[in-house]
């Protein structure tokens, strides 16, 4: 005669044996897998960072370049104790204006983060 009992399906500790096993697989990976991601973004930050410094370095080198340029310019025509005044005051001004535009969006952010010394 044939066999027909029916087949019996693995324990519920086994099941959820394999689901541990399984969860711990998913784990191990998503963490490989987050952990190769940070890495790469760590590299990629590191090079916006170096190229941002040498962008900033050659711009200031050209910041001088055009100073020293106006300098020579304008010691031909006014002399060059006026001259180094005109290029010296202009600067300034250029800087006190950046000062003005920081502290209203200092105060701007202020206002928006808080109300009579409270945070919102």
Known sequence: MLDSKPEQEPPLIDELKQLGDEARAYAEAEFAFQKTRAI????AARKIAVLG???FVIAVFALV????????????????WWATAIVAGGLVLAAFCAVLMARAHWRRIKQRLFIDGETK
């Open 40 to 43: 790469a973004l760590g590299n």
């Open 53 to 55: 410094l040498w962008a």
């Open 65 to 80: 370049a055009l100073v020293a340029g106006l300098l020579m310019a304008l010691s031909g025509v006014v002399g060059p």
